[in-house]
């Protein structure tokens, strides 16, 4: 079997017990802020139930074109048989106060837990605003969820929040009662996590009462999900 070759510019790293990969991407955007610009001509709306902001659309077909040149790389890292493609894909900026943030916003979330999906997270600006964190859950020591284990994450999630009560009004910035921080990176203008959408994650937040909604100043992020279905 031949492997891929990393790029002088991209780093694999094993995070936790379960040693999971996070591909960490120098430079996957060469002009951060050309794409900052074009973000701040955009309609931003909320995202959901997970994300504490709001979005913006970003093309399908470009991300696929950013992503190519490391697709031997994600194939061999993260499995799939077919080249990965985007199937969602927005600019973000986090907005949130802490103190509005509802319970799920509270705590480490996948994305969903679907397999051979992997996601891709660019910093864009705002990197004086936080990174991005993964957590093992620590009754469970679960550092990520699929369908076999969702519902006894679930459950014991609940048993948890009966024990210690609800997280506290406040942004995930490292280990709590409920859950123990495994790695974090920080947050720079043209670098690109890429990290399988079952790993229990959040954002690293460190200063939330300087979220701004301007995406030449906020935390904006690309966002984008890869299927190799």
Request: aromatic share 10%.
């Amino acid at each position: 079997m031949t492997h891929a070759i990393a790029p002088a510019n991209v780093e694999i790293v094993r995070i936790g017990a379960e040693a999971r990969p996070v591909i960490v991407v120098e430079n996957f955007v060469e002009r951060p802020e050309d794409l900052a610009g074009e973000a701040a001509a955009l309609s931003f709306e909320p995202v959901g139930r997970f994300y504490p902001g709001v979005k913006a659309p970003f093309a399908l077909a470009r991300m696929t074109e950013m992503a190519a040149p490391y697709q031997d790389l994600l194939r061999e890292t993260f499995g799939g048989v077919r080249p990965y493609r985007a199937v969602d894909c927005n600019f973000s900026i986090v907005t949130t106060a802490a103190r509005e943030l509802h319970a799920l916003q509270r705590i480490p979330h996948v994305d969903t837990v679907a397999p051979d999906r992997i996601a891709v997270l660019v910093y864009l600006s705002g990197a004086q605003l936080g990174g991005t964190a993964f957590y093992r859950h620590k009754s469970t020591g679960f550092e990520y969820l699929d369908a076999s284990r969702s519902e006894a994450y679930n459950a014991a999630l609940d048993r948890d929040v009966e024990r210690h009560g609800p997280p506290s009004h406040a942004y995930m910035a490292g280990d709590t009662p409920l859950f123990e921080m495994i790695a974090a990176f920080d947050a720079k203008p043209g670098r690109a996590l890429i990290y399988s959408v079952q790993s229990l994650h959040s954002g690293f937040i460190h200063a939330p009462e300087h979220l701004t909604a301007d995406p030449r100043t906020g935390r904006l992020t690309l966002n984008g999900f890869l299927s190799a279905e």
